[in-house]
């Protein structure tokens, strides 16, 4: 009898374990191209990491520290000297995109592409996906022109309503000489061409606040008429902030600013008046491949047919940013359910993910 009740018990164990305790269906590895820790990419990977748990599937992180060199070189380490994932998630930088895929396609790994980071005569070597590459099944990224030309908007629009008459002078920040950070401002350049915004000067921060702060301060006496303050990042923003604030009393004018990212502290900053708006959702990117992975994984041929992913940005300012301030505090992303944009649960044909899956009408 007391075996029998022990076999029982034992058999209600294991029917009711922990999900945590099934062997996952597949594995990944992602590759977060910056430090553990950096407030974008920290969101890149905890989303992954809960769609992952979410979806059975096994997830490791190594780290690229920022350098196309380091990236490369721990990839290869983990490859060595690691059991080989079923797929692996990366971005790619500029500069060494072909050694990247050289590496994968010696150890045989299908692998998918985080923003589309490569461009000119680089892309053209490497092609698209499944071309040159035959293990790359694609690419997922965002307009980053469209999404430029919505942040230009925003700020003119901020600019019109707080200073109403006043002549838009505007400069942008950029964060470096790569496609990302080029589109962003020619989709600027485009809004305010059209509308007959004077963009006085584009410069280079290196997606540093601190240069931001830096080059802001000399651009404001070069140009002490600017009030939009454009930046392809909340950090360069946020620098570009600092600068303004430091100004001399009698130089004080309202200035539109804003960035990218979706940063917690720029949330607030936008609740509090301070910047104007923030252009972001694109760290549900981590999300959306392990989702894809899941679908290709359990038989949908998403992957055979397309090369790429693509989902619009959205923009918060001070009209919305009450449904999202939520996000601010959010660290524990496992009860956003990402398994509804599953092509195999929703019969769609195509991923239709934006981030404004995200606003709450009642945070």
């Keep these: 009898m007391v075996k029998l009740l022990q076999c029982v018990l034992l058999t209600c164990l294991l029917c009711f374990a922990p999900l945590s305790w099934a062997k996952a269906d597949f594995s990944v590895l992602?590759?977060?191209?910056?430090?553990?820790?950096?407030?974008?990419?920290?969101?890149?990977?905890?989303?992954?990491?809960?769609?992952?748990?979410?979806?059975?599937?096994?997830?490791?992180?190594?780290?690229?520290?920022?350098?196309?060199?380091?990236?490369?070189?721990?990839?290869?380490?983990?490859?060595?000297y690691r059991a080989t994932p079923d797929y692996v998630v990366l971005m790619l930088y500029p500069g060494n995109a072909e050694q990247h895929l050289d590496l994968l396609e010696k150890y045989g790994i299908q692998y998918l592409t985080l923003e589309q980071t490569i461009s000119?005569?680089?892309?053209?070597?490497?092609?698209?996906?499944?071309?040159?590459y035959k293990n790359w099944l694609g690419e997922i990224y965002f307009d980053n022109f469209r999404a430029g030309?919505?942040?230009?908007?925003?700020?003119?629009?901020?600019?019109?309503?707080n200073n109403p008459g006043a002549k838009p002078q505007s400069i942008a920040i950029n964060g470096h000489y790569g496609s990302e950070s080029d589109a962003r401002n020619q989709g600027a350049?485009?809004?305010?061409?059209?509308?007959?915004?004077?963009?006085?000067?584009?410069?280079?921060?290196?997606?540093?606040?601190?240069?931001?702060?830096?080059?802001?301060?000399?651009?404001?006496?070069?140009?002490?008429?600017?009030?939009?303050?454009?930046?392809?990042?909340?950090?360069?923003a946020m620098g570009a902030l600092s600068a303004v604030k430091q100004r001399a009393a009698k130089e004080q004018a309202f200035v539109a600013i804003g960035g990218f990212d979706w940063l917690s502290d720029t949330l607030r900053l936008i609740e509090q008046g301070e910047l104007q708006a923030s252009v972001g959702g694109h760290f549900i990117m981590g999300g959306l491949a392990i989702l894809s992975l899941y679908d290709r994984f359990h038989g949908h041929s998403y992957w055979q047919t397309h090369?790429?992913?693509?989902?619009?940005?959205?923009?918060?300012?001070?009209?919305?940013?009450?449904?999202?301030?939520?996000?601010?505090?959010?660290t524990d992303w496992t009860g956003v359910d990402f398994s509804q944009f599953s092509l195999l649960k929703n019969k769609q044909a195509q991923y239709l993910v934006s981030p404004a899956f995200l606003a709450k009408d009642n945070p």
Excluded: C
């Design 189 to 236: 350049q485009s809004y305010f061409g059209s509308q007959g915004v004077a963009l006085q000067q584009s410069i280079y921060a290196s997606w540093s606040k601190t240069q931001a702060m830096e080059k802001t301060q000399r651009l404001l006496k070069r140009y002490p008429d600017t009030n939009i303050i454009w930046s392809a990042s909340d950090l360069m």
């Design 120 to 132: 000119g005569p680089e892309q053209s070597e490497i092609g698209r996906p499944a071309q040159r």
């Design 149 to 161: 030309a919505d942040l230009a908007q925003a700020l003119t629009e901020s600019l019109r309503a």
């Design 307 to 330: 090369q790429s992913i693509t989902y619009p940005l959205e923009v918060i300012s001070q009209q919305n940013v009450h449904r999202y301030i939520w996000l601010a505090d959010k």
């Design 30 to 80: 992602l590759v977060n191209p910056s430090v553990s820790g950096e407030p974008f990419w920290q969101k890149v990977e905890s989303i992954a990491k809960a769609a992952s748990k979410q979806l059975n599937v096994k997830l490791d992180v190594i780290y690229g520290d920022g350098s196309r060199y380091i990236q490369l070189a721990e990839l290869q380490k983990y490859l060595e």
